[in-house]
Structures are given as C-alpha cells and as structure tokens.
C-alpha cells in the first residue's frame, strides 16, 4: 500500500504531466495532417469522411471511460477503497465531455450524409441515455456529501448505466437503425481501408493523451484538497 | 476473506441488478416494435392492413436504374432483394441518395406497394476506402 | 489551392465546424482544470504560510506532496 500513498502519486502525477507536455503538440500535429490532409477522401462520402477521425475516437472515449468509472465505483462501494473513489470523480467529467462531443460531431455528420442531424433509432437513443447517465453521476457527486449514501447512489447509477454500454454496442446489429454497423471489430477484419486508419488511430492517441491530462490535473487537485484539511494534523 | 458488511453490500448490488434487469426486458417485450427504426417491404407485405394514414419508415435499397425524376417529383423503387416498394417523393434528396445504395424513406402507404414519402434519409453501409479502391473492387468483381 | 482545401469538396462548414466543436470544448475543459488546480495549490501555500516555522520546515521535507505543490508555487512566482 506504500506505493499507492499520496505522496508517490503526486510525483508520479508531475513527471507524467511533464511528459505529456512534451510531447502532445508534436503528435497532435501529426494527427490533425493525417486526418485533414494526407488521408484520402471516401469513395462514397467524400471529404465529410473526415469527421469520423473525432467522432468514432469520441464515441470510444465516452464508452470506455464509463465502464472504467462504473467498475471502479463498484469495487469502491464493495471495499471502500478511497483511490478509486478519487479515480472516478476525475474521470467523470472527461466522459461526460467527450460523449457530447461524438453525439455533437456525429449530428454534424449525420446532416451532409443521412441528410438529417439526428434520428430516433438505437444506436443515437442510447448513446444520449449514456450521456443523461453521465450528468446524473456528475450531479450525485457534486451534491451529495462523501458518505455512505453517495457511494450507494453512485452504485445504482453504474449498474443501471452499465447495462447501456452493450446496448449501445450491438443496438446497430441487433436492431434496424439508420446508423451504419462497426467498422471495426474486436475479431475479424475492419472494413476501414488502412490509409484511413492511420489517421484515426493517431486521433484516437492525441485524444488519450489528453484525457491522461485532464485526469492527472484533477486527479492531482483531488490529492491537494484532501492535504488541505488535514494540515494541521501533518 | 468475505466479511459480513462486504456480503451485504454484495447482496444490494446483486437486487439492484436483478430489479433493472426485470425492468429492462419488460420495457423491451412493450417497445419491440418502436425500437426498430424502420421496417423493409417484405415486413410491410407480411403485416395485416394498413391502418389509416399512419407514418411509416421503411429502409431497404434503392433498386438499379429505378429513379425516374422530373421537376414536380422523384420516384423510385425501395428493395430488400424479396419484395419491392414504389416510393414517390417531391423535395430534395440527401447527397448520398443514389442507386444501389441504402435508403430511409419515411411516409404514408398508399397500399402495399406504394408508399408518398414526406422524407427521405441516406443510409450508407460501413466500409470506408478511398476512390481508388473502389475502382480495384468494381474491376475485380467484373 | 488553400481555398480548395478549406472547401473540403464542398462539406467545409461541416468539416470544420466538428474539429472547432471538439477543439474549443476540449480547451475549455483544459483551461477550466488549470484554474481550479492552481487556486488550490495556492490556498494550500498559503495556509502553510500561516502555520509556525517549526512545523512548517519539519512537514516540507517529509511530505513529497506538500514539495511538489511548492515547486510549481515557485515556479509560478
């Protein structure tokens, strides 16, 4: 448990902090000419093809972020670990953030393409009723005092809102929806050509990158009102 | 290693598990129907009467050499490759619009073969390659 | 050949407008947690100010957050 003390942490936090620092606007530069200027237009979509480098990286982004935080937020109601209590209030508003963004950006694509900026089908339904989950989660930790009760609330609110995450991930293949099925699967070919997936995956690592960011920042914050109120004690 | 407090914080989460899930599938036996964004022309076949003037989507692809344009309307024929569907339409159609490429029509029918659609939305599949590409494909598919 | 390039065979508007949405909103976020980071760091320094010498040298060298905040406090300064 030594390793995981808040003063190992926060050096950690700093060297990584540095670390990204260094190197985020070299490769967010990289990216931005992969997905704007070197990767070729779609054979159907032409250049609004482009709008998938931000929109799919979002859309996993959001996904995964909330199952981390619903997992962890349920081991913490299970054995009241306080790091991961602090690991998901940092979290939290990064997923909420980049939700938004791919329901934003996928409204933008859905107008050139589908010719409709959105839809009521099972694909963009659910993926609004993981964002709700995300304000919801967000408001709990905002309002509710650190006890026994928030952990509770949280706890509902990650399984309830867990169940959505497959629901959003086959609602394109289980039901009929105007959102077109994965291009990529888990197994199995992808039916992106190579050419247009390097520049998503170089997206997909400037986004990362900047999520670490936002969530050492806060996570660091996190650590600094804690010390705070036991100053005195130190 | 399981002690008493941790068993029945378990035990919580497992009802409330329980109780969403139950929850779940009875929204899901009541909703079948509305979750499915759009019916094909063989769905539409099967189906009893048409009721009324109800709005209706129905996808499938739009057939080859099908489209017939002139300045008051499009028409054209909606395919799931068993049962077919004429689609009238007067507006402006989504870029993506075009034959042998999936396709939303949203509308009345008129009877079972014959739908006025008030919208029309562009459905593309998921393959994603540059021009080029496609060309290699269309010549080896030949 | 720039104008070409900023049409993006005429799906410009909706090109660009989602980089500037994603853009914008994650410089928002970047700027926003900058801020209230710094303004506990700097209610932190100044608390320990307020404490008795003593006690103040003693935490400093043991604890590797209360240096770190103090690092980026003078960094600051």
Request: charged share 20%.
């Amino acid at each position: 448990m030594e390793f995981f003390s808040f003063g190992n942490i926060i050096v950690y936090i700093d060297k990584f902090i540095k670390f990204i620092n260094s190197i985020f606007f070299v490769i967010l530069i990289i990216g931005l000419s992969f997905a704007l200027i070197i990767s070729p237009v779609d054979y159907l979509q032409g250049d609004s093809v482009r709008i998938m480098y931000v929109h799919v990286p979002s859309a996993w982004i959001g996904l995964s972020i909330f199952s981390l935080i619903a997992v962890s937020t349920i081991l913490n109601f299970l054995f009241k670990i306080k790091n991961l209590f602090l690991f998901t209030k940092s979290l939290a508003p990064i997923g909420l953030l980049f939700t938004c963004l791919s329901i934003v950006t996928g409204s933008i694509w859905g107008k050139p393409t589908w010719g409709t900026w959105w839809a009521w089908d099972a694909r963009l339904t659910s993926m609004l009723v993981l964002m709700l989950f995300y304000v919801l989660f967000i408001l709990t930790l905002k309002y509710f005092k650190n006890n026994e009760n928030l952990t509770k609330i949280l706890s509902i609110l990650s399984i309830v809102g867990i169940i959505n995450i497959p629901i959003i991930k086959y609602s394109v293949e289980w039901w009929s929806t105007l959102h077109q099925p994965a291009s990529i699967k888990f197994l199995g070919t992808s039916s992106i050509h190579t050419s247009m997936l390097i520049p998503l995956f170089l997206m997909l690592l400037v986004l990362l990158l900047y999520c670490a960011l936002i969530f050492l920042m806060k996570y660091k914050t996190e650590i600094i009102k804690i010390k705070k109120q036991n100053i005195k004690r130190l | 290693m399981l002690t008493q407090k941790i068993k029945t914080r378990l035990l919580f989460l497992v009802s409330i598990i329980l109780i969403t899930l139950s929850f779940l599938i009875f929204i899901y036996l009541n909703l079948k129907q509305n979750i499915l964004y759009f019916k094909t022309p063989s769905e539409i076949f099967m189906n009893g009467p048409i009721e009324g003037n109800s709005m209706i989507r129905v996808g499938g692809m739009v057939k080859k050499d099908s489209i017939r344009q002139n300045n008051k309307e499009i028409r054209f024929t909606l395919t799931d490759y068993e049962k077919e569907l004429i689609v009238v339409y007067s507006g402006t159609v989504p870029n993506l619009f075009s034959e042998e490429q999936g396709a939303v029509v949203e509308g009345i029918l008129n009877d079972k073969k014959y739908l006025i659609a008030n919208r029309i939305l562009a459905k593309h599949d998921e393959n994603y390659m540059p021009p080029q590409m496609k060309k290699i494909l269309k010549e080896n598919a030949k | 050949m720039i104008i070409e390039f900023l049409k993006m065979g005429g799906y410009g508007f909706y090109v660009w407008s989602s980089f500037l949405v994603v853009f914008t909103f994650c410089t928002l976020l970047f700027y926003k947690t900058r801020k209230t980071l710094k303004k506990y760091e700097k209610e932190f320094a100044k608390e320990l100010e307020n404490l008795p010498a003593e006690h103040k040298k003693r935490i400093a060298k043991s604890s590797k957050v209360i240096s770190s905040i103090l690092a980026s406090q003078n960094k600051l300064s």
